[in-house]
């Protein structure tokens, strides 16, 4: 099989998350929780041209996913989409121009077909991501899920990654922080 999309993760941890998925029409940029400067450093030093991004898509609106967005916002043409949730859900984030997506919508960006998804997550409407590119008769020649920061995997989540070629999960994981934190004993 010859992959029709790369994945290229950016950064990722407590101090900034940014992938990027290139399809074969341009790209899509999940999150940008680290400066444009170490953005754009990243991409060169991997190969990855952030001209091809046409669209940014923010999983959830913690800073460490959103932190960037603001000045990138004023150097990007292309869409922002994120939820009502993670739009209104931080201060920084207000005066952004999103579009407005749902945790279950079916979009076509860069010639590929993106199926949101909720995770469960603190924050106001958290969602993953499945990236698909179809054949002529609307089979799948090509996937990547893409999923940060959920405390589990619903069932409809774990029906999204199935298959996958690629499959990316962003997670933190401080056994201290969880012992001793405001977390429920399940967690």
């Not at 190969?47 to 923010?58: A, E, I, S």
Request: proline share 5%; with cysteine; glycine share 12%.
């Amino acid at each position: 099989m010859t992959p029709k999309m790369h994945l290229y993760v950016l950064a990722s941890g407590s101090k900034g998350n940014a992938a990027v998925v290139e399809g074969p029409q341009g790209s899509v940029l999940i999150d940008c929780g680290i400066s444009r400067r170490e953005l754009m450093r990243r991409a060169d030093a991997c190969g990855c041209d952030l001209d091809r991004v046409t669209h940014v898509l923010v999983t959830h609106e913690h800073s460490d996913h959103t932190r960037g967005l603001p000045v990138l916002s004023n150097h990007f043409d292309g869409e922002l989409l994120a939820t009502a949730g993670t739009a209104g859900g931080a201060k920084p984030l207000a005066s952004l121009p999103f579009t407005l997506v749902t945790h279950s919508d079916t979009l076509g960006l860069a010639g590929m077909v993106v199926t949101t998804f909720p995770t469960s997550h603190d924050v106001a409407d958290p969602f993953g991501l499945r990236f698909s590119v179809l054949d002529a008769d609307g089979q799948i020649e090509d996937s990547i899920g893409w999923c940060t920061d959920t405390g589990y995997l619903t069932a409809e989540a774990l029906g999204q990654l199935r298959g996958v070629r690629i499959l990316g999960l962003e997670s933190n994981h401080d056994v201290q922080m969880l012992a001793h934190g405001p977390y429920p004993a399940w967690l």
